[in-house]
């Protein structure tokens, strides 16, 4: 599990602080004013209001934190915006006036975030991306399918009630190759979805296989233990016909799969890549599995040409997500190119963590086509 000073302290500062910015910027709302005669009435009741908040903020994990703290962020940039106005005057103060609503604009662009942020965790888009490659491929061409940090949760974007819209998103690919990138489960996974998703994953079809690796979250419970173990994730996965890759390298089909323990769980004790692949670059194309985006330049070095990660949720709330993310990985989404021959792809995921609201990236099927090239 996270540290407690992490996992209890900090989130509990973090939200007393957000208390207080926020008690202090509902004294300033100008009603507030007509009850400055009876103090109780005046200092009560924003604090009637923060103590709400703070109820609905209570899980350092959920949404209304999330929520509590877009409002308070919102609130912050207003004051500074309203100061700026006074100070410009005439005009400008007057326009700002008509925009702060006396206080309610903050509460109202909230609103807006919460349902833009709702539609857009729940809008499964497909990805698709076109490469090219010298090496040989079967038929002369190679289709994937990536999913990856599914998360379900009746809370969170993906649960067991849209495992048929993510099978026809998955089935309208035709994947040659089906790889799950970690953090397919978590500690919030109840037994219900486990049972639903690995039988998902066995009514997929995939001719060149199925292959898995771990995340951070599948068996590795930070805030509560889960609801499986790893010997029921490996006979779920094994019934379903996914092979487990933990740093190891398997060929299919004249493929190599390459999957990669986790980095977070194992920290940085894994395999370097040159010790995955210790013969370099060669002739067989390489599909390279690591949950988190990072490590790309010793991976294509070891001889990847294609690495697959996930992870960053694509920053999943905007601005924390992407300064996080960004601050630990080498990519927050999508393509980057390497080296000249080799390519890297970070998912945005295929569901989102803890709680429906997306305001960064997009939840997706991540589909793959990979073209050989003709001789010159």
Partial sequence: MYHPFFQFFLPRVGQVALAGLLYWNFLQL???????????????????????????????????IVLVG???????VGNALGLAARLAGGPVQTLWRML??????????????????RRRAVRLATTRYALTTAKPLPGGELRIVQLSDLHPNPQAAMHRGRIPELRRAV?????????????????????????AFCDFFAALQAPLGKYYVLGNHDLFHHWQEPSFDRAALEQAMAKAGVRLLEDTAVVTGGIRIVGRKDYLYTGGRRFSAAELLPGGPDDCYTVWLDHEPRDFQNAAAAGADLILSGHTHGGQVWPAGAVGMAARNERNYGRKGVTPSCTAIVSGGTGTWGYRLRTQGRTEVVCITVTQRPAP
């Fill in 30 to 64: 100008p009603p507030l004013a007509w009850l400055s005669p009876w103090p109780l009435l005046y200092y009560g009741l924003p604090l009637v209001l923060v103590a709400v908040l703070a109820w609905v903020s209570r899980d350092p994990l959920g949404l209304g």
């Fill in 70 to 76: 877009y409002l308070t962020a919102l609130y912050c």
């Fill in 100 to 117: 702060w609503l006396e206080g309610m604009t903050p509460w109202l662009l909230t609103a807006i975030v919460w349902w833009w942020g």
């Fill in 171 to 195: 089935e309208a690919c035709r994947p040659d190759l089906l790889v799950l990138t970690g953090d397919i489960f978590d500690e919030f996974t109840q037994p219900e979805e486990f049972a």
